[in-house]
T-cell receptor, first 114, second 114 residues
Framework: AQKITQTQPGMFVQEKEAVTLDCTYD???????LFWYKQPSSGEMIFLIY??????QNATEGRYSLNFQKARKSANLVISASQLGDSAMYFC???????????FGSGTKLNVKP | EAQVTQNPRYLITVTGKKLTVTCSQN?????MSWYRQDPGLGLRQIYY???????DKGDVPEGYKVSRKEKRNFPLILESPSPNQTSLYFC?????????????FGPGTRLTVL
């Protein structure tokens, strides 16, 4: 069964605009963590943001925020004021704390246009 | 500098020739993990380790072995590699703290099995 779904294989956004990358998940574990990672064309995996399932407030890290809607099982990443350097693959992931296993989505390729 | 190192970075080998990919972290993290990345599939967890001498299967463990004899090292062993194990491999170590949880990834190992 698929644990993480990213429905947007590719997206374009104009520089300086905001963009939302979608992520939905499936879990029966009440305790879990949600993560977003960035993978530029150079290949490294860069951690962006984390949200725990019991956290009441949406996580924010600089220009990144995670729109956590627990009832809908969605964890969308919002990037404000896009920059050319934001062009990359973005992966959503879930960690089931009772099983200690990570599952990643298939990724969204974001292109920021000047 | 806090980091996860992997060696080799690139490897071309032939079917059936045993190989080991090393992974080392200098952050004293307990949890370490191996992933493979294939186009369109995101990252899939192969094995993880909660601590020394504590390893467990991830989503795609077939054809792989791991060991965790020391906290800092977590090698991935392919006893008899096959072409379907051609992939990009990442090692990661995980930090958990107050209100945060993240993984630090190594630079990746690109493996080709002929």
């Amino acid at each position: 069964a698929q644990k993480i779904t990213q429905t947007q294989p590719g997206m374009f956004v104009q520089e300086k605009e905001a963009v939302t990358l979608d992520c939905t998940y499936d879990t029966s574990d009440p305790s879990y963590g949600l993560f977003w990672y960035k993978q530029p064309s150079s290949g490294e995996m860069i951690f962006l943001i984390y949200q725990g399932s019991y956290d009441q407030q949406n996580a924010t890290e600089g220009r990144y925020s995670l729109n956590f809607q627990k009832a809908r099982k969605s964890a969308n990443l919002v990037i404000s004021a896009s920059q050319l350097g934001d062009s990359a693959m973005y992966f959503c992931a879930i960690l089931h704390y009772n099983f200690n296993k990570f599952y990643f989505g298939s990724g969204t390729k974001l292109n920021v246009k000047p | 500098e806090a980091q996860v190192t992997q060696n080799p970075r690139y490897l071309i080998t032939v079917t059936g020739k045993k190989l080991t990919v090393t992974c080392s972290q200098n952050m004293n993290h307990e949890y370490m993990s191996w992933y493979r990345q294939d186009p369109g599939l995101g990252l899939r967890q192969i094995y993880y380790s909660m601590n020394v001498e504590a390893t467990d299967k991830g989503d795609v463990p077939e054809g792989y072995k791991v060991s965790r004899k020391e906290k800092r090292n977590f090698p991935l062993i392919l006893e008899s590699p096959s072409p379907n194990q051609t992939s990009l491999y990442f090692c990661a170590s995980r930090y958990t703290g107050d209100s945060t949880d993240t993984q630090y990834f190594g630079p990746g190992t690109r493996l080709t099995v002929l």
